[in-house]
């Protein structure tokens, strides 16, 4: 499950890197989260970030719960189930960050957050879909089987874009390339270390959030088994 990103770049840095114009409204984000009104860039108008939620809302509205279904869409779902196969040619959008979070099961009940980033702590984009639901535009991470970097702490990781193929993924019309891109994988390894669990709040934008600190469990418990 992929529940928490990093976009820590102010907004003149974002342009540069990006390309895009930024909109005054944005802010860094040190702790996203699904529900919250993030940036992403969409094929409709590549050159500006939009802000949407992360979270198909009309999979909310259904399951009422906070389910990893409706913020995380798995590579082969996309691949072979009709209901995506429309938003795959239409709706496409890369999420924009510069780390994610996940957390490590280190017993039944204790769970250790990690920071995931790129040794140069670039920007880096991930494939996702969005659509409009009652008004109102969400979107979706696809995920895909973990590398080598994430396979000791989870299933699953977001669908990195190698920075060569984000505007191919964004403009393509070809099915067969579409699919192609999301299954392509780049080559750099990820580096990771322990965050403070108060990550887990979904409400904290804090800084320090993304900085390394002593492995301890979602309680605040140290622990030895990292």
């Given amino acids: 499950m992929l529940d928490r ?33 993030l940036p992403i860039i969409t094929g ?3 050159n500006k970030l939009h802000f949407q939620k992360w979270g198909l809302m009309a999979m909310w509205t259904k399951n009422k719960a906070m389910s990893p279904k409706f913020f995380n869409l798995p590579l082969a779902s996309v691949l072979t189930k009709p209901s995506y196969q429309k938003k795959l040619k239409a709706q496409r959008c890369v999420i924009p960050m510069d780390g994610f979070f996940v957390w490590k099961r280190v017993a039944k009940k204790k769970l250790v ?11 880096f984009c991930v494939a996702g879909i ?8 969400s979107f979706i991470m696809i995920t895909r089987p973990s590398n080598e970097s994430i396979a000791p702490f989870q299933n699953d990781m977001p ?11 964004i403009a393509s019309e070809v099915d067969a390339e579409l699919k192609e891109l999301l299954q392509s994988e780049s080559n750099q390894t990820l580096l990771s270390h322990t965050v403070s ?12 959030f993304i900085q390394p ?10 622990t030895l088994f990292t």
């Fill in 5 to 37: 990103y990093s976009i820590t770049l102010n907004a003149d840095e974002l342009t540069l890197v990006l390309g895009v114009e930024v909109p005054d409204e944005y802010q860094p984000q040190y702790n996203a989260a699904p529900t919250k009104s």
């Fill in 44 to 46: 409709q108008n590549p």
């Fill in 113 to 123: 957050p990690y920071y995931f980033f790129y040794p140069d702590k670039r920007v």
């Fill in 130 to 137: 969005w659509e409009t639901n009652e008004d109102q535009n």
């Fill in 159 to 169: 669908a990195i874009l190698d920075t060569a193929i984000t505007r191919k993924w």
């Fill in 197 to 208: 669990p108060r990550i887990s709040n979904i409400d904290s934008n804090d800084q320090m």
């Fill in 213 to 222: 600190a002593p492995a301890s469990d979602q309680h605040g418990n140290y």
